[in-house]
């Protein structure tokens, strides 16, 4: 069984406040925000609970794909819709699933990389990297989209989308073949993608299905521009009643080119050509804007206190200076290999005294707290915890202590930067929408997003309950402004 139009349309009735919209030419009505998998898997709790609220609060449209947390998300959707269908509380016809296709990652590449070894490698298979392949063949589709069901515990998902197949492209551009002759090739291999999805309909492992692509909204010469148009096209010769329906593709208040840029061959845009046709259309990274520069994100950043740049320079000093006893405590170490452990990660105070102003942004800041900080005092907590009864252990409680409210307060001297932009843009929405709107910009991004005619459903990542309120609050408060305004807003780079 899958989502019908009666059946979505009647889901909505439970939810009064909530207006619902039609995808394209499939006829489901969906939710205008979906719930995206790329961050959630299995095994989670808050995870699982977040997919479970989503889904009995008005939001029918689950977003995930073959590679998100290596199938982990995949797993996660079908135990909960198990769940609920178990309970009573949810119908399958009643609830849109869309998964995508075409990463070579993590178990799939030791898969891939075993098939090939023995002989029965997959066709078309673009090396991107090490441990990053790419693949649209049909036999790398049918792969996936069999193991996208087990994991999801269906037999049949609504849509399948072909996730990001320009990586043939930017791998072609890398290594110099022609553009005209990579396009040529390109369009081949979806051509091969579509013929094959067409059998999988027929055979009702599908609905429709589509791409997922980070180029559709680009310039018409960029070497890894997906065109519209031309996917159109090469659908038309497959079938001229297929069922190419759905897009998806990168949209926020920073990345505008699918209202900003005229990139197909009559001079619309994508957006104005996906209306023309009828197309589903699915926007991802609505709070994730990637600019040259780095990531933005488009929420807000509260602080409690400001944080002035003298005051961590001193408490910068004070942990360098705790860093220097560390020698009248090293005889407490259990061993030299653990002497000579203290010694490597007994340095926060130093590293960040050399390098704290130049982190650029909080989203930076926040990744380097996460692989390089977070790591070191966890290993001090627990030696800590081990040497509960000796000096050192007193020493490195102290230590990890100072070193973690040394981090928080750079965190606060960061955020309190980055909301003075969160604070400009705010103030540039409302008067590209000529009103004085209230809520969150993570909110108010949603929410202008949602006033462009032809775009149906944003795709937020909601891994936990209070996310998935938000984002209800969003649809309940309603778009805002127009596709007009989305294009004249102004926005900024990132803080420096």
């Not at 520069?293 to 740049?309: N, Q, T, Y």
């Not at 230590?399 to 003075?420: K, N, P």
Request: charged share 25%; aromatic share 10%; proline share 4%.
């Amino acid at each position: 069984m899958r989502a019908t139009e009666s059946a979505t349309r009647s889901y909505f009735q439970r939810f009064p406040g909530l207006l619902p919209t039609q995808f394209g030419r499939t006829g489901l009505s969906v939710s205008r925000a979906g719930f995206g998998g790329y961050r959630v898997s299995a095994g989670i709790p808050g995870h699982h609970a977040a997919l479970r609220h989503a889904l009995l609060s008005g939001v029918n449209l689950i977003d995930t794909s073959a590679n998100y947390a290596d199938g982990g998300s995949e797993r996660l959707i079908g135990q909960v819709l198990g769940e609920l269908f178990d309970e009573g509380s949810l119908r399958r016809d009643q609830v849109v699933i869309i998964t995508k296709a075409g990463y070579i990652q993590g178990s799939n590449y030791e898969m891939a990389t075993e098939r090939e070894e023995a002989g029965s490698g997959f066709p078309d298979v673009v090396r991107y990297a090490d441990g990053l392949w790419h693949s649209i063949s049909p036999e790398f589709l049918h792969d996936q989209l069999t193991r996208s069901l087990e994991r999801i515990e269906l037999p049949a998902v609504d849509v399948l989308l072909l996730h990001n197949p320009e990586y043939y492209l930017s791998w072609a551009a890398k290594h110099g073949v022609p553009l005209a002759e990579a396009r040529r090739e390109y369009y081949r291999r979806i051509h091969d993608a579509f013929a094959y999805l067409e059998t999988e309909v027929e055979r009702g492992r599908i609905s429709w299905y589509g791409i997922s692509s980070n180029s559709f909204a680009s310039r018409p010469d960029a070497d890894d521009f997906t065109s519209l148009q031309e996917a159109i096209n090469v659908a038309n010769r497959v079938s001229l009643v297929n069922h190419f329906a759905v897009i998806q593709f990168p949209a926020n208040l920073y990345e505008r080119g699918f209202v900003r840029q005229p990139n197909q061959p009559d001079g619309s845009t994508l957006i104005q050509l996906a209306r023309q046709r009828n197309f589903a259309t699915l926007v991802n990274r609505p709070l994730n804007a990637i600019q040259p520069d780095g990531l933005i994100r488009l929420a807000d950043f509260p602080v409690e206190r400001k944080v002035a740049s003298e005051e961590i320079v001193q408490t910068l000093a004070q942990l360098a200076a705790t860093e220097a006893k560390q020698s009248e405590f090293a005889e407490h170490a259990d061993d030299d290999e653990e002497r000579q452990a203290f010694r490597e990660v007994l340095s926060v105070g130093e590293v960040l005294r050399e390098h704290w102003q130049g982190f650029g942004s909080i989203e930076r800041y926040n990744d380097i707290l996460s692989h390089h900080f977070a790591p070191r005092l966890r290993y001090l907590q627990q030696q800590s915890d081990a040497h509960e009864s000796d000096p050192l252990g007193a020493f490195l409680a102290e230590y990890v202590e100072r070193s973690r409210g040394a981090l928080m307060m750079i965190g606060d001297y960061y955020r309190q930067q980055v909301q003075q932009r969160s604070e400009r843009l705010r103030n540039n929405i409302w008067d590209a929408v000529a009103a004085e709107p209230d809520g969150s910009l993570s909110s108010l991004s949603i929410r202008l997003l949602l006033a462009v005619p032809g775009l149906h459903s944003v795709l937020v990542g909601m891994r936990r309950v209070e996310y998935v309120e938000d984002v209800l609050g969003a649809i309940h408060a309603g778009a805002i402004g127009d596709e007009e305004a989305v294009k004249r807003l102004v926005v900024y780079a990132p803080v420096k």
